[in-house]
């Protein structure tokens, strides 16, 4: 199949705006200045003898910021469209409702390089900002409540680090594209971890509303490596409403502590020759067994010649694996199955099942999308066949549950999108806000963590540190 389409990158782009106003739907903490609160400045041309409590007499470096004494409320502004080398740290705390603020001031965003930024305190926004080309990490977050929002993330190794002790964490609306780095990428070992976008090991984290874009790199243990997001030690996680494009792995998980773990309703395309959408495990795993990971109502175009749709290795039942709703247009092989899984309804087109089973409502048929989109025609068999979805709006903010063939029944689409009848009525989705609430999670998702590659069992990597540098080794497995 030819790579993705000059139309669908197009919608992919458009679709940066459009999660901008999506996003305003996802509940994030208030961060307008409180009362009492002071503002920071940081200026490449200012002086640290400053106070830096205006913008005419600004402080100049990171490492002065790092030493100021915040308070809930009080923000730290870096310069729009200057670049600030070294690390900016924050330990102090927020609170709920009134966060303390990291961000940019004037015009565009300040670009951020070196060891970046190292949030260890709770209740912190960080916001508007370029983080690129740092030590390890763009972002390492370890705190509870803290937001990462409007910030793009380029040329890490990891792009943001939700580290072990972080809790109800949200990542939304940001730009996370080419962090292309491994380390230690050294060939024997199985060690090698990097070019992801975002890595979670705390629990409760929201993923949402992003643009998760061209995160690989060459690895000297995996041929190539690298996703968009890896969850690696988290709980209750929830990846959902995402535009993943070009990414080696959409996910991988790993880490037997990993669990309840929900991607819902986003868009994943690749045309790179070996790229996956979903990497979980089962209990002979040695990063597993991995419980509780769902997929729902996900739209899967991968184009390259060897790619896999889904994997679940080693034992896997469905305590560990259940797919729902999704559609997998895939060239290579539609999944890879060591065990059983659960779930149904899903639509398979175009790639090999390799032995894989149909569950009840499965079906191998051409998907009848829109030419260079993922978006079904209203005569597709994506169209209001459906099992109940997790949540009341689709990729692009429709309501889920409407007719949309004009045969007058109401019903949602298989896949993140959900098509409208002109004269089809509005029916009820049964869900609302962000979703349904799983086993052992909260509402809206469940969480996993980090893991293989591609096949059979290979070899296994390092059990990996897990903290501040995000590292954690990785086994793979291949075909």
């Not at 992919?12 to 996003?23: E, I, Q």
């Not at 949200?170 to 199985?190: C, E, K, W």
């Not at 994943?268 to 002979?284: C, K, M, N, P, W």
């Not at 954690?472 to 075909?479: F, L, P, V, W």
Request: proline share 4%; aromatic share 6%.
């Amino acid at each position: 199949m030819a790579p993705m389409s000059t139309k669908l990158r197009s919608s992919a782009r458009l679709a940066l705006v459009a999660f901008a106003v999506a996003a305003s739907s996802v509940a994030l903490p208030q961060t307008a200045q409180a009362a009492g609160a002071t503002t920071y400045y940081v200026s490449p041309s200012g002086n640290d003898s400053n106070a830096g409590t205006s913008p005419g007499s600004p402080i100049r470096t990171l490492g002065r910021a790092s030493g100021l004494g915040l308070n809930p409320g009080d923000s730290v502004l870096l310069q729009g469209g200057a670049t600030f080398s070294g690390k900016l740290a924050v330990w102090r705390n927020g609170a709920a409702g009134n966060p303390i603020t990291v961000g940019s001031y004037g015009t565009g965003r300040a670009i951020v390089t070196g060891d970046c930024l190292e949030v260890g305190g709770s209740y912190v926004t960080m916001r508007d900002l370029t983080i690129t080309g740092c030590t390890s990490n763009g972002i390492w977050t370890n705190g509870t409540g803290n937001v990462v929002t409007g910030v793009e993330a380029t040329h890490n190794i990891h792009g943001i680090d939700v580290g072990p002790q972080s809790k109800n964490t949200q990542i939304v609306s940001n730009y996370l594209h080419h962090n292309d780095r491994m380390a230690p990428n050294t060939p024997g070992a199985f060690d090698d971890y990097g070019a992801v976008g975002v890595v979670v090991e705390g629990d409760g984290t929201e993923v949402a509303y992003n643009t998760i874009t061209d995160n690989w790199a060459p690895s000297a243990d995996f041929g190539t490596d690298g996703s968009a997001v890896e969850i690696y030690g988290g709980i209750g996680t929830s990846v959902h409403h995402n535009l993943a494009s070009n990414n080696r792995t959409f996910t991988e998980l790993g880490n037997k502590r990993s669990a309840n773990t929900v991607y819902a309703y986003n868009q994943v395309t690749s045309s790179l020759t070996e790229s996956e959408f979903l990497i979980t495990r089962g209990d002979r795993d040695y990063f597993g067994p991995v419980a509780g990971t769902r997929a729902e109502n996900n739209s899967v175009q991968l184009t390259g010649a060897k790619s896999l749709g889904f994997s679940c290795y080693a034992g896997c039942t469905p305590t560990y694996f259940s797919l729902s709703n999704n559609v997998l247009d895939v060239a290579g092989r539609i999944g890879y199955l060591e065990g059983s899984m659960t779930g149904g309804n899903n639509v398979y087109w175009r790639g090999s099942m390799g032995g894989l089973k149909l569950m009840p409502g499965d079906r191998y048929v051409d998907p009848g999308f829109k030419p260079g989109t993922l978006v079904p025609t209203s005569t597709s068999p994506l169209v209001d066949v459906a099992t109940q979805p997790l949540m009341d709006s689709d990729l692009k903010g429709t309501q889920t549950g409407v007719d949309g063939n004009g045969d007058g029944k109401s019903g949602a689409d298989i896949g993140a999108y959900e098509v409208k009848s002109k004269d089809g009525k509005q029916g009820k989705s049964g869900k609302s806000g962000k979703g349904k609430k799983g086993k052992g999670g909260k509402k809206d998702g469940k969480k996993a963590g980090k893991g293989s590659k591609d096949g059979k069992k290979a070899g296994h990597g390092k059990s990996g540190k897990s903290g501040k540098s995000g590292k954690s080794g990785k086994g793979k497995h291949r075909h």
